[in-house]
């Protein structure tokens, strides 16, 4: 914090709020991420539930049955991804608390909020690779029949 900014102040205020700018537009595009993948989760498990009630043969779709273990892989790294965006976004919003927290106790925090800002990011690409996963999976000739 900067010495000359009174604790208490509106500009202190000020200066915490600017603080916390970049971890406030991450859990906003963590928000939106989880969203996109929830469709997709929901969409995958939609399909998987269809296919599940295929007769096993005599029906014209029945070799549709075939593409269930692909589907329930797809909803797995769906789900991890899932967990794994949450977690970096509990993680910025305990970032945004922090920040907070340590200005009302008048106590520097910048190393702990760098190593929670570096952690939700860390998690946040963890999701963005199983994602790429699922994706890789996805797009496959059963999608493209």
């Known amino acids: 914090m900067n010495p000359a900014v009174e604790p208490g102040s509106v500009e202190h205020l000020s200066q915490i709020?600017?603080?916390v700018v970049a971890p406030a537009f991450l859990l906003g595009a963590v928000a939106s991420f989880i969203s996109i993948l929830v469709y997709r989760m929901t969409a995958a498990i939609e399909r998987a539930r269809e296919i599940g009630n295929l007769p096993e043969d005599g029906h014209a779709r029945a070799a549709?049955?075939?593409?269930?273990?692909?589907l329930l892989r797809r909803i797995e790294l769906l789900h991890q991804s899932v967990r794994l965006a949450i977690a970096s976004g509990v993680v910025a919003t305990l970032l945004i608390i922090l920040a907070f927290a340590a200005a009302l106790l008048g106590s520097h925090h910048v190393w702990i909020a760098a190593c929670l800002f570096m952690l939700s990011m860390s998690l946040l690409c963890a999701s963005l690779i199983a994602f790429a996963f699922e994706v890789?999976?996805?797009i496959s000739e059963y999608d493209r029949q």
């Open 17 to 19: 709020i600017s603080h």
């Open 64 to 70: 549709l049955r075939a593409d269930l273990p692909r």
């Open 136 to 138: 890789r999976i996805g």
